[in-house]
């Protein structure tokens, strides 16, 4: 069974820094690009970054670019997203999710669980 | 950035009734176009990918279609279980970006 688990959310303070983290386990990481997507309780989704599989390249959404950094770690099955200057508006919930590499769709087909960011003073 | 505009915002049926909802991308992406069913509390999940692929496990009362750059999620007979928030997402290029949603209520 494929599992995707994120950790490291939790209350921080405006301007602070969070990281989080999405362990993989039953899926051959190598084989998947890997996103971060995130969702304000009761609003939509929001596509937040993504990551090749050899991590070389990364794309960001505006609204974080300069300030959030996703990594991965392929000898631990283990994706990142470091977070920092963080604002009120990125209180969400936080979704990591995997692309296989080559598919027809780009399509994300595995997610976790989600883990909450809550940024207030 | 490709805009996507999901309609109608919500929606509300009944167990078997015929479900249409739409996605419009604001410029071309070809067939890259997914779909995802949330339901309250949970992780979304893949329903659709490449515009009318059925992602294994979905029931094939999912379907999907494409008229241009107007694309269609229909649900041939609504069951209890599918009564959830669904999301459209273009995969052309990055910001990848998703739809606002449709809630599909019971009437």
């Known amino acids: 069974e494929v599992q995707l688990v994120e950790s490291g959310g939790g209350l921080v303070q405006p301007g602070g820094c969070l990281r989080l983290?999405?362990?993989?386990?039953?899926?051959?990481?190598?084989?998947?690009?890997m996103h971060w997507v995130r969702q304000v309780p009761g609003k939509g989704l929001v596509w937040v970054s993504r990551?090749?599989?050899?991590?070389?390249?990364?794309n960001y959404a505006d609204s974080v670019r300069g300030r959030f950094t996703i990594s991965r770690d392929n000898a631990n099955n283990t994706l990142y997203l470091q977070m920092n200057t963080l604002k009120v508006e990125d209180t969400a919930v936080y979704y990591c999710?995997?692309?296989?590499?080559?598919?027809?769709?780009?399509?994300?087909?595995?997610w976790g669980q989600g883990t909450l960011v809550t940024v207030s003073s | 950035d490709i805009r996507m505009t999901q309609s109608p915002s919500s929606l509300s049926a009944s167990v078997g009734d015929r479900v249409t909802i739409t996605c419009r991308a604001s410029?071309?992406?070809?067939?890259?176009l997914n779909w995802y069913q949330q339901k309250r509390g949970k992780a979304p999940e893949l329903l659709i990918y490449a515009t009318s692929s059925l992602q294994s496990g979905v029931p094939s009362r999912f379907s999907g279609s494409v008229s241009g750059t107007d694309f269609t999620l229909t649900i041939s007979s609504l069951q209890a279980e599918d009564f959830a928030t669904y999301y459209c997402q273009q995969s052309y290029s990055t910001p990848r970006t998703f739809g606002q949603g449709t809630k599909v209520e019971i009437q």
């Open positions: 999710s995997s692309e296989p590499k080559a598919s027809p769709g780009r399509q994300l087909n595995y």
């Open positions: 983290s999405c362990a993989g386990s039953g899926l051959t990481f190598t084989n998947y690009w």
């Open positions: 410029q071309s992406i070809g067939t890259y």
């Open positions: 990551i090749s599989v050899d991590g070389n390249i990364t």
